[in-house]
């Protein structure tokens, strides 16, 4: 499996970016799908996160902002990023994981930075 992921730039603070990450393979419905990120000389930190019953959950920092969404049809995730803030600032990276008879497939894009403005 192979992820690429796109859409991130530089945007004013307020601004709004949408970031996608299209998966190779045909098996995509059956993966948990996230969004994380790394702010330089932080750790990754996980950004909104959807598993395949479709429920979602937000980091606290980005809850009314940022929402989550996937289309399996199209073996995409993507993350639509409202209000964009300076600290929001880092590259953003897609994954999709899922556990086969105790096994766990985790694969990761490779990143796209995100750069907010003051």
């Known amino acids: 499996v192979q992820l690429q992921a796109s859409g991130g730039g530089l945007v004013q603070a307020g601004g709004s970016l949408r970031l996608s990450c299209v998966a190779s393979g045909s098996t995509f419905s059956r993966y948990d799908v996230g969004w994380y990120r790394q702010a330089p000389g932080k750790q990754r930190e996980l950004v909104a996160s959807m598993p395949t019953g479709g429920s979602t959950n937000y980091a606290d920092s980005v809850k009314g902002r940022f929402t989550i969404s996937r289309d399996n049809a199209k073996n995409t995730v993507y993350l639509q990023m409202n209000t964009l803030k300076p600290e929001d600032t880092a590259v953003y990276y897609c994954?999709?994981?899922?556990?086969?008879?105790?096994?766990?497939?985790?694969?990761w894009g490779q990143g796209t930075l995100v750069t907010v403005s003051s």
């Open positions: 994954n999709i994981r899922r556990r086969i008879f105790g096994n766990e497939y985790d694969y």
